[in-house]
């Protein structure tokens, strides 16, 4: 029982492990080690536009590896990080990012999560308040004639 949930385990993890890596295609690499690197990093960081919740560093959609290689081929040319990824924010809009900058155009994206927060506070603060007239108050003049005369109605 114990070699068949330890090679379960096993099947498990080199499926989870490894097929992300799996994705960027042995002719898509670059040669050198420092390169490659910079480009995975780049990849981890861009939306597949086909699957939208993976980077393209994980995808195996066509459009993915257009990007992969799109962002080596920007490498090659010398171009730093940052260039890379405005090139290709440039050409497909700031939905490629997976983590969208911030900026005035993207600021009621990062302001959404604070402000549904703080409404929930202040539903939350509103249902605890009591409805009506706390018990510590005392009873206007007015408010007195209306009870004395439901007491009165009642005792009729």
Known sequence: ????????ALAFWALVGVA????????EMLADPALEKRARTISAELRCLV??????????????????????????AHD???QVLDYI??????????????????????LTPVLVLLAGLGLIVRAAKPAGPSASEPLTDREKAELNEILAAKDR
């Open 89 to 110: 924010v440039a050409r497909y809009g700031e939905f490629v990012l997976l983590k969208p900058r911030f900026e005035v155009s993207t600021l009621l994206l990062w």
């Open 20 to 27: 992300p890596a799996l994705a960027v295609q042995p002719g």
């Open 1 to 8: 029982m114990r070699r068949l949930l330890a090679a379960l």
């Open 80 to 82: 730093t990080d940052q």
């Open 51 to 76: 699957c939208q919740n993976q980077s393209i560093d994980d995808s195996d959609a066509p459009l993915a590896g257009d990007l992969r290689r799109l962002v080596r081929e920007r490498l090659k």
